[in-house]
């Protein structure tokens, strides 16, 4: 909670020190035309010779214990490639946050994943990558860090919204196919809960942000709809009503409260570990748990039954598809203060990392690069669909209305979806009511704010 | 003879003994009892953090672990959450703010005590409605001011902040002085020292078990705290032991048996000062609570 | 404090020493106080008229009059909230009888006494994060209150779960903070106990008094005034409690109390009117308390006062007693040796 207020904070010290960096980067950017990810090609320019340092989230890649490639791993390729560009990478657990603060301080690294700053800051601290149209034909999700047709940011991977699961466990309970309803899928928990001994849906209630990541599933794969979440959504009446075909956020939650009413949850919910989950659920202690395919690769180094581990589709189907939430992950970004060769030294760094190093693949993510297609979450006739942007005008809509009615979707409203645990468990209010309560402090909202009501 | 020896028997029990034991059993059964809930949970994290991470998983927290030498657990905390430097800031944190405020709480109560002056009142009513302030609340907007200092993220920002918001030991220094006698600065006045000279050579060296308590009360606080410590110092240079523990336990936290091994390093300075320092620190509390 | 060279040079009258040591030695509190107390209080106070975020321009802000402060009434999360200060009272409660149970245990002569009493006072050394963690371990199903519970033979499934049910979870929590605190009470007390003059112990206990009757009549009397100030200071303090359920449960599942409620409204949703409007209504409502309890104890400490009288004539008595004891021991060991 304190640290998106110091993020908040930050972010707008960052917009007073933008006049000062804002002159400094664009006389720069003028005469550094070539230097494009576009007219960057692998294999070329081989005998460059930079040091670039590199600073990212991913501290596990720094351990020799990680199952997966280590950064030590990808280094050694691509010097292989590259050998006169020095690469030096220093990872963070906090990265959120310090990333910021490296920002703030005005001396950070070569290249790093964009932290959550502002889109209109993004040049003060970025060297902007290619135009929009340009990167469109090199990567997915070109549009992540997009300003003024400039993309400032390369995903590094890019994740979606599915159930990870242990596979042993569903075949022991008896399931053949994967469930694509609520109905099936509460079903077939039922089946995990009489035919093993493992826990069907473990909820991970105490760790807090687990729960709010139930709110990633209300769009896309509730909807199959890309504008739902930042164009509709704020504008809807009584967004979780029971729209009567099993969609819907609505029936996202349902399938929670359901699972916690009928006991198909872990025992004790206020004490769940969730370091001690991943052990767990490798191990076929768990059947399943409802968090984004990031997930999916911890899940499977956590123990010695990686390959026990699957990633399958939300159950939810919309008029018979089955759709998926897809979005990038952090993005790569290159810092626009650095001399020309040491920029050209970070494209390559980016595009080898995107086009040839598989992390995105290795990571068990969504393809990034057009290029390298390759992923591991086999999610056949599922359809992707990406979150599109808020309409021009309505950028802090959503905000608005997450503040005013303190349902704060994906925003860290974790309380909410731990209440309707609570409530499954004790049984003392209907997953009705509490819905109820919901649309009328959107309602509320919708009026305090006044957001007109259109859908 | 055997009936003296009964008589005398049945005296000596009267009068010492079936209360004594009584009383005597009774106490030491309350006593271990309580002691041991005290120490229980302790204990459980002292076991846990001794074992591996197979150990932990396969055997119940109560259960010894196999090798009470395996420290791997320690060093990994150690390490990972970066508690020597944690040690370190922590350690700074608590000198500075312990050396100033007790310099400034001292002088203020000084001032206090010893003149009369207009908005003598005032100045205490302002320090006693201060304290009815509960910090959390006021946190919320801190938080702005701290920002426009520029004090986040800095050791001095947060160091300045622990010795503005303290009251308590203002408190105990007023209590003090008014045990000493005025006639001792008035000796020394006639002997031409200055006011500055009284308090410093006078004053402050008699306050000497005020300051001790205040030192322990302060003391324990500062280190321990972490709620401003976890808003105003995220970097990783700054850290305290608390928020680096923090980081370490919090939402994303870690495997139970290394989190065990950070929270007992994290009170083993806690552990050996209070060993040392048992008895002031006994008679530091209950002078701390006369302060009405 | 660089006044002192000036000050040597500039200044031959007293009053002016006076007027610059007076200046020199409270600015530096003062403005702390202003900076980290007044001014946000005021800021505080200011915000709670309006309907705002962290991020808002002070021009975009909406004055809303009384709406928030209405708004802390009628919400039924934010003022009932304060209902779950009642546990942390009766936790308060309970941890002084403890503590003056203990101290007065200790105060008589105990083998080992020391350790027991570093036993009890440890846990208020440990930072609150490491209690925080120390009791979400505590209270895990099947782990170490479990454990111990089914080594005393109960059954597992007769054991309610700590922290999720919610008719004992905000008891579970209640107990941490008697755990925590209860030592440091105790030593308060051993402390003030041991001011008592100990000719009277002696006293007392070759008349013949009991244990209980010390207590009654020695004891408690010498530390009443301690004892009742402390029962005052925890009631504000239960209104305001905020790190046991911040620390263990965050606050779900029922155990959010006023100021992790707050918490959440001014961090997480950013209604940072309501949140101001919150804390000063408990401001309020802690000052009001305060100068009941000013009130209050200016009547107890009248009474004390004449306990005191009473407490004096009662030395004096044992006194006279004591004279009379010493005469019986005389005889007593007169007798002794007559047996002997």
Request: with cysteine; hydrophobic share 40%; aromatic share 14%.
């Amino acid at each position: 909670m304190k640290k998106r207020l110091l993020t908040i904070a930050l972010a707008g010290a960052m917009c007073l020190g933008l006049a000062a960096c804002g002159s400094n980067s664009s006389s720069g950017s003028d005469e550094k035309k070539e230097l494009t990810y576009s007219g960057t090609v692998l294999g070329e320019n081989t005998d460059l010779k930079a040091d670039i340092t590199v600073f990212n989230h991913r501290t596990d890649l720094d351990s020799d214990d990680y199952n997966g490639t280590t950064w030590k791993e990808y280094l050694a390729a691509f010097n292989k490639d590259y050998p006169n560009i020095h690469v030096t990478i220093t990872t963070d657990t906090n990265y959120a946050d310090d990333a910021l603060t490296h920002l703030q301080s005005g001396d950070y690294e070569t290249v790093m994943m964009i932290p959550a700053i502002n889109k209109s800051d993004l040049s003060s601290y970025f060297m902007p990558f290619d135009t929009l149209d340009n990167m469109k034909k090199e990567i997915n999700y070109a549009d992540t860090w997009e300003y003024d047709g400039e993309v400032y940011g390369v995903p590094s991977t890019a994740t979606t919204q599915g159930i990870v699961y242990n596979k042993k466990v569903f075949e022991k309970a008896g399931i053949t196919d994967l469930p694509k309803t609520p109905e099936d899928f509460i079903a077939d928990l039922q089946k995990i809960k009489d035919n093993t001994d493992a826990i069907p849906l473990y909820t991970n209630y105490a760790a807090g942000w687990t729960m709010g990541a139930w709110d990633a599933y209300i769009s896309g794969n509730a909807t199959g709809d890309p504008t739902y979440l930042n164009q509709k959504f704020v504008h809807t009446k009584n967004p979780f009503s029971d729209p009567g075909d099993d969609t819907h956020a609505y029936n996202v939650y349902k399938i929670l409260y359901d699972a916690v009413s009928k006991g198909l949850t872990e025992d004790d919910y206020t004490t769940t570990d969730w370091e001690g989950c991943k052990g767990m659920i490798n191990n076929g202690k768990i059947g399943c748990m409802v968090l984004g395919s990031w997930a999916y690769p911890q899940m499977e180094a956590a123990g010695k039954n990686g390959d026990d581990i699957g990633y399958m589709p939300f159950p939810m189907t919309v008029d018979g598809k089955q759709y998926a939430t897809a979005g990038a992950d952090y993005s790569w970004g290159i810092n626009n203060s650095v001399s020309d060769e040491v920029k050209q030294a970070a494209l390559i760094f980016v595009k080898w990392m995107t086009d040839k190093s598989g992390f995105s693949y290795n990571e068990d993510g969504l393809p990034v690069s057009k290029t390298d297609d390759r992923t591991k979450l086999s999610f056949d006739g599922v359809d992707f669909v990406t979150d599109e942007p808020a309409l021009k005008g309505e950028e802090d809509y959503l905000n608005e209305m997450n503040s005013e009615s303190e349902l704060n979707f994906n925003n860290g409203g974790n309380e909410k979806v731990q209440a309707i645990v609570e409530h499954a468990s004790k049984g003392d209010e209907s997953f009705d009511d509490i819905m109820k309560e919901w649309n009328q402090k959107w309602s509320d909202a919708q009026a305090a704010n006044g957001i007109d009501v259109k859908y | 003879m055997d009936s003296t020896v009964k008589v005398k028997s049945y005296k000596y029990k009267k009068h010492y003994n079936p209360e004594q034991v009584v009383f005597g059993f009774i106490k030491y059964l309350v006593l271990c009892l309580f002691g041991f809930i005290a120490v229980l949970p302790i204990i459980s994290c002292i076991i846990t953090a001794f074992k591996t991470n197979a150990e932990y998983q396969t055997t119940n927290v109560m259960t010894p672990p196999k090798s009470w030498l395996n420290f791997s657990n320690f060093i990994d905390a150690f390490t990972k959450a970066n508690m020597g430097r944690a040690f370190l800031n922590s350690l700074i944190v608590m000198i500075v703010v312990l050396v100033v405020s007790v310099i400034i709480g001292s002088q203020l109560a000084f001032v206090l005590n010893r003149f009369k002056f207009p908005g003598n009142g005032l100045i205490r009513n302002l320090f006693f409605f201060a304290s009815l302030l509960p910090s959390v609340a006021t946190q919320v907007t801190v938080y702005s001011i701290m920002s426009s200092l520029g004090f986040i993220n800095h050791l001095y920002g947060y160091i300045v902040m622990m010795c503005g918001t303290d009251v308590i030991s203002i408190y105990l220094f007023i209590q003090y002085m008014e045990n000493i006698p005025v006639s001792l600065d008035e000796s020394a006045i006639m002997d031409g020292a200055s006011y500055w000279k009284i308090y410093w050579k006078i004053i402050l060296p008699l306050l000497k078990p005020a300051i001790v308590t205040s030192c322990i009360l302060k003391g324990v606080s500062v280190y321990n705290e972490y709620y401003c410590a976890n808003l105003y110092l995220q970097t990783p240079d700054v850290k305290t032991l608390a928020v680096s523990l923090y980081t370490f336990v919090g939402p994303k936290g870690s495997q139970y048996n290394l989190i065990c091994a950070g929270v007992i390093i994290s009170f083993i300075p806690a552990l050996i000062v209070f060993i040392l320092f048992q008895n002031q620190i006994y008679s530091g509390i209950a002078a701390g609570a006369v302060k009405g | 404090m660089t006044e002192k060279k000036t000050f040597s040079q500039w200044i031959t009258s007293r009053r002016v020493q006076q007027v610059l040591i007076c200046i020199g030695f409270t600015v530096i509190p003062l403005v702390l106080l202003l900076i980290f107390t007044y001014i946000p209080f005021g800021k505080m106070v200011q915000f709670s008229f309006f309907k705002m975020t962290y991020l808002t321009p002070p021009q975009a802000r909406r004055f809303v009059g009384w709406q928030n402060y209405i708004d802390v009434f009628r919400r039924k999360d934010c003022f009932g909230a304060l209902k779950l200060s009642l546990y942390y009272m009766v936790g308060a409660i309970v941890q002084l009888f403890l503590a003056l149970l203990l101290a007065t245990m200790l105060s008589f002569k105990t083998k080992g006494g020391n350790f027991f009493k570093g036993l009890m006072f440890f846990p208020y050394m440990i930072s609150g994060i490491a209690i925080g963690f120390i009791f979400k371990f505590f209270y895990t199903r099947g782990f170490v209150l479990d454990t111990v519970l089914q080594w005393c033979g109960f059954n597992l499934k007769d054991l309610p779960y700590w922290l999720k049910d919610q008719r004992i979870n905000n008891w579970s929590l209640v107990f941490t903070s008697v755990w925590r605190y209860f030592g440091q009470n105790m030593v308060l007390f051993i402390g003030a106990i041991m001011s008592v003059d100990s000719e009277l112990y002696e006293a007392a206990s070759l008349d013949g008094a009991n244990k209980w009757e010390q207590f009654r009549y020695i004891i408690l009397p010498s530390i009443k005034t301690i004892v009742t100030l402390n029962v005052i200071l925890s009631i504000t303090g239960s209104l305001s409690s905020f790190e046991q359920p911040y620390v263990i449960t965050n606050g779900a599942n029922g155990t959010g109390t006023y100021f992790v409620i707050m918490n959440r409204i001014a961090h997480t949703s950013q209604k940072v009117g309501l949140a101001s409007a919150m804390a000063v209504v408990l401001l309020m409502i802690i000052i009001i308390c305060t100068i009941l309890q000013k009130l209050f104890f200016k009547y107890i400490f009248r009474d004390a006062d004449s306990d005191d009288e009473s407490y004096k004539a009662k030395k004096a008595r044992l006194r006279a007693e004591k004279a009379a004891i010493k005469a019986n021991k005389a005889r007593l060991s007169q007798t002794k040796g007559g047996i002997a």
